[in-house]
């Protein structure tokens, strides 16, 4: 302990007094500063794969020593750095993350997969993880997945490119507990981009995905089974659904997916821009697209359940779109929204579509907002609120559909006029300040401003809204209550 100089001057004395006296009133020591006061937190250690013997120059396979350099990092964990210095070009096969890490891609890093098969383990991706809690992968680095060169050659007739049998997806990341993504970009996947697996309290934040819009099954974002996940502020671009919830079927059980948003995003796909399934085996709940932008689709929002799972309390709001027809094997015709439940095959278990709400919803699209249940699977309780469509057509494939797949039990293309809203097999499903807008081009199977059959509880609150053909139908086509 410090002892006061007893030569001090009075005046000084008495200022130390008064000092003394704060101190003493607030409980704080700050005269004199005790060590562990004056000392810094430490930085976390830093593990630079150029150290452990990664070239960097894009031809030597880089894999093993930025495993080392992971592998020594998880030893350190707490938040352990793994530098992927800036100003190279890794080529890497698996590489697998651990736990209380921050694998950081620096500046312009790059990881190039490699083409060689020979280079990853069994789960056939290029970075996975599994039970790697508190895993962090940051910085404004990128991933290149060399999309093209896993296909065999360009479909010109089906305007899609064609996959060799075999080809990585870029992320798996399995039953990661405290888990962020952030900053880094995808580059060219050849299939999907960001796959999570049965992880919780996630959050992805500012990614940018840069995939082709012609190469199939390159997903951007699938939490899958995964729960309490923050997706937000990311701009993706990719030839499948750009951000899609699942909960696929597997071995292990990972539980439901719940509690996820996905926030303030900017999306172009040929496929879903928002989507939940097909894949629905085990139920989602608890979910919410918000303030978001679909520049172009094939679909703008869509729930498809296929599966034996429930899919419920569901909100979009705040969201614009594009909606188009794009090639054949492209799933959806332009729907603007589509909410299914159709049995995958003739004989299988399926749940139910409830408690939906689409809230502050606008834009244009080739196909209609689409409401359809079967008699294996009613929707229940779907409240439409300020949602504006308009329709026309703008590209050349054929319309006058409805796509209903994946599923054996129902045909899979089915021919249909298009009304604005089409709602069948529903119960209780509200439309409140909706209306449905034509274009200038209108072919013949453009129909009602709303057909409605099979349904139950139909509300309409201040709906507005012309038949595309007043000639030919009925602006308003309630068909059948049952």
Request: net charge positive.
């Amino acid at each position: 302990m410090n002892v006061p100089n007893p030569f001090l001057k009075r005046r000084d004395a008495v200022r130390l007094g008064v000092k003394l006296a704060v101190v003493t009133a607030l409980g704080v020591a700050t005269a004199p500063f005790p060590l562990w006061a004056q000392e810094k937190k430490k930085a976390a250690p830093v593990f630079n794969v150029l150290d452990f013997g990664a070239k960097g120059d894009g031809k030597t396979l880089d894999t093993g020593a930025i495993q080392k350099a992971i592998d020594e990092a998880a030893k350190a964990g707490n938040g352990a750095r793994v530098l992927v210095k800036g100003g190279h070009q890794y080529l890497i096969g698996t590489l697998e993350l651990k736990p209380s890490i921050d694998f950081h891609l620096e500046g312009d890093a790059e990881l190039l997969v490699s083409t060689d098969r020979n280079d990853y383990t069994a789960e056939a991706a290029a970075i996975v993880a599994r039970k790697a809690h508190h895993l962090t992968i940051s910085g404004t680095g990128s991933i290149n997945g060399r999309a093209l060169e896993f296909m065999t050659h360009f479909d010109e007739a089906n305007e899609w490119w064609i996959p060799k049998d075999w080809r990585p997806k870029l992320f798996i990341l399995t039953a990661c507990n405290n888990l962020k993504v952030r900053d880094l970009t995808i580059n060219k996947a050849p299939s999907w981009s960001l796959h999570m697996m049965g992880c919780e309290n996630v959050l992805v934040d500012n990614i940018k995905i840069r995939n082709n819009l012609d190469v199939p099954n390159c997903d951007g974002i699938d939490p899958d089974h995964c729960r309490n996940v923050d997706i937000r502020n990311c701009h993706i671009v990719c030839g499948d659904d750009a951000i899609v919830i699942k909960a696929t079927r597997q071995k292990e059980d990972f539980g439901p997916s719940a509690n996820i948003t996905v926030r303030d995003c900017v999306l172009e796909t040929q496929d879903s821009g928002l989507k939940i399934g097909t894949e629905t085996t085990q139920d989602i709940y608890n979910i919410k697209f918000e303030r978001c932008q679909i520049k172009t689709s094939c679909r703008g929002l869509t729930i498809q359940l296929r599966d034996e799972g429930n899919v419920r309390n569901i909100e979009f709001s705040d969201i614009t779109f594009v909606s188009r027809y794009h090639s054949a094997p492209w799933w959806g015709r332009g729907e603007a929204i589509s909410f299914t439940a159709i049995p995958r095959t003739p004989q299988g278990k399926i749940g139910v579509i409830e408690n939906v709400k689409v809230k502050n919803v606008r834009g244009r699209a080739e196909n209609s907002v689409r409401i359809n249940g079967t008699q294996e699977s009613r929707i229940k309780n779907v409240t439409f609120e300020n949602v504006d469509v308009t329709l026309e057509r703008w590209t050349p494939y054929p319309g006058g559909l409805f796509d209903n797949r994946p599923t054996t039990a129902y045909p899979d293309i089915e021919p249909h006029h298009n009304p604005g809203f089409y709602i069948r097999y529903a119960d209780d499903v509200t439309l409140k300040n909706c209306s449905v807008k034509w274009g200038k081009n209108l072919p013949d199977y453009y129909s009602h401003a709303l057909q409605a059959h099979h349904v139950t509880g139909l509300k309409l609150k201040r709906f507005k809204g012309e038949a595309a053909h007043p000639d030919k139908f009925k602006a308003i086509s309630i068909e059948k209550q049952s």
